[in-house]
């Protein structure tokens, strides 16, 4: 089952900040982040393991909360070149090969 | 480079043929994913493979199946396309769980008329 992804779209302008969440229903091990520009392959961006991690990338950081069964991702002080499409991937089990990802949240950067 | 190559960027066919979607990695990864992606349904899991000649169902299989013969190629096929099967697909692949993240091809636009 796919974790629910919100919101589903947000626009912003240079230099603010958004904030993506993504939830399943499922308890989760795993919390993949990716991002896809416009006619380009998702590229990824950082994964958490449960425990409560927290993880940067540059201006980019993600939280996971395993006990609410949902991982927010952070862009603070958002550039230009953070536009994009931002999906979420999830493991629900230890060890477990299979990747589902969210519906997607498109961010939209504007000067 | 890491690369994840399909092998058309844009095919075009008719309801009914069988349709051969290939993808291949030089990775030397033990996963590999197919996903369709639609707008609004985000990226859903048509089926994966773990290992050669290993495969599992995804959450939207059914049209489809595939093929793992060699590590580095995992083949999606639609046994008789129809149109709503139109659609951007996207080959993944990776390491074995949490060594790492997935790594994705250009994706094929298939359109089926």
């Known amino acids: 089952q796919q974790p629910v992804q919100s919101p589903q779209a947000v626009i912003l302008r240079e230099g603010e900040d958004a904030v993506i969440n993504c939830s399943s229903s499922k308890a989760l091990y795993s919390v993949h982040w990716y991002r896809q520009k416009h006619g380009e392959a998702p590229v990824f961006l950082m994964i958490l393991l449960k425990g409560g991690e927290q993880k940067g990338h540059e201006k980019i950081s993600a939280s996971f909360n395993e006990k609410k069964q949902q991982s927010s991702l952070y862009l603070t002080a958002s550039q230009l070149s953070y536009s994009g499409t931002y999906f979420c991937g999830t493991r629900v089990i230890q060890g477990a090969q299979k990747l589902v990802f969210g519906q997607g949240t498109r961010l939209t950067i504007n000067p | 480079d890491v690369k994840v190559t399909q092998s058309s960027r844009y095919l075009v066919k008719r309801t009914g043929e069988k349709v051969f979607l290939e993808c291949v990695q030089d990775?030397?990864?033990?996963?590999m994913f197919w996903y369709r992606q639609d707008p609004g349904l985000g990226l859903r899991l048509i089926y994966f493979?773990?290992?050669?000649?290993?495969?599992e169902k995804g959450d939207i299989p059914e049209g489809y199946s595939v093929s793992r013969e060699k590590k580095e190629r995992f083949s999606l096929i639609l046994e008789s396309a129809s149109t709503n099967q139109t659609s951007m697909y996207l080959c993944?692949?990776?390491?074995?769980?949490?060594?790492?993240?997935?790594?994705f091809g250009q994706g094929t636009r298939l359109t089926v008329v």
């Open positions: 990775m030397d990864h033990e996963n």
């Open positions: 493979s773990y290992d050669v000649k290993m495969k």
């Open positions: 993944a692949s990776s390491l074995v769980a949490e060594s790492g993240g997935a790594f």
